[in-house]
């Protein structure tokens, strides 16, 4: 990058500018996987509205380019590239509570920790992530799957407006009445359409102590805990959400030391309901087995939203696929356990998940959002993460060998905020034909030259597309 453009880049710049050799540099250009390790040219660190305008305009001006990053929580590794420019939100931490209204206005480089401790305070909350260390934005135009999405739906759904800096340079505000394409666009669609400067979202009722927690069970009982949570879960009112994850037991406080570092199968729940209610509806989880470790009861809600923060520290290395699964018979419960089987022979840290959806989360349309997964039961995570040093061959084969073992299960389409950098044809896949050329008619309006193109790509089909 020629000095004098950095120089004058930094004259309008109330943020920092970094180049390679800067202090600050290494760790400006990092994201949460550790296995991405990228140089861009410049790292922008944007402070306000006038920061993301000017960065913008240089990367169009430069032909630079251009990756967007809030959280940096992408497995992908799309908050950062090599020799263009990063616009990194993550200064940008503004955040304004209306209790009266329930809604919340919240600039794009908070986390979830972030964002709850603000609205927490007027025991309000929106749905959001099971990692509270992942950011808001590119959560939510991803889909936004949490806690309590059963209830009140996904974070794209309770998202109302947004404002949006567009490849060329304008600043724009979309809702129901105001670009009503590129709202649609946003709630599911990721960071195609330009850069979120604000995301107002709808708050509920929540906290500040919910029930929830987790049960686990040694990994030889899988197969009969999966029977049961399968029949349990259909009957379940939409206050509880659940999900299931294996593990290898992590040595914490109220887990006995002699299970410390075994296989085993964890049932999460969360209920947004009244206490009393969410301890009856979880007794049959309670009592079945019995569980070796019952750790659940009226917890404060950000102590759940926290509760995976260990499992995933930033700069482990990460590779994920996804399925989604409208159901799970015994056969695909016994390929799962043959699969889960493996891990042991794995980084502690590699994991799976089944989330369950259903209840709000199928109520709404499909076409309403272009978020259109509204049918499966479950969307599933294959985890595969490990500690630099490590070799990544036998835990990348294992999360390959999972997703195709699972392959005859599942609808054929992957969940986006689990999506790794896989092609143009996992992205289609990830939306289904009719979505997907709804997005790319809304990109060829707001982004015509895939100016935004570091990301699940929807690629414009007009002649000036890079």
Known sequence: MEQALVRDLKSRFGGEVLVPGDGGYDAARSVWNGLIDRRPAIVVRCR????????????????LLTAVRGGGHNVAGFGTCDGGIVIDLSPMKGVRVDPVARTAAAQPGLTWGEF??????????TTGGLVSTTGIAGFTLGG??????????????????ADVVTADGRLITANAANHPDLFWALRGGGGNFGVVTSFEYRLHPVGPTVFGGAVLHPAAQARELLRFYN????ALPDEMTSMVAFITAPPLPFIPQLLHGTPMV???????????????????????GPPAVAHVGAVPYTGLQSMFDASAPRGIHAYWKTHYLAMLGDSAIDALVAETD??????PFTTLHLHHLEGAVGRVDSGSTAFPHRDPRYAMNIVGLWNAGERPDPHIA?????????????????????LGDEGAERVRAAYGPG??????????TYDPTNFFRVNQNIRPNVATAR
């Open 231 to 234: 029949r349990w879960v259909a």
């Open 266 to 288: 964890a049932v999460a729940v969360c209920y947004s309901g009244a206490i009393e209610d969410g301890e009856r509806i979880a007794q049959p989880l309670l009592s079945f």
């Open 144 to 161: 936004g799957v949490g806690w309590l999405m059963r209830k009140y739906g996904l974070t794209a759904d309770n998202l109302v407006a």
């Open 116 to 125: 709850d401790r603000e609205t927490q305070a007027f025991d309000l909350a």
């Open 48 to 63: 306000g509205v006038a920061d993301v305008l000017a960065a913008v305009e240089f990367g169009r001006t430069h032909r």
């Open 435 to 444: 979505t997907y050329q709804r997005l790319v008619a809304v990109k060829n």
């Open 398 to 418: 294992w999360v390959r060998e999972t997703y195709d073992a699972m392959r005859p299960f599942s609808t054929g389409a992957p969940y986006l905020n689990f």
């Open 342 to 347: 493996k891990m042991q022979a794995l980084s």
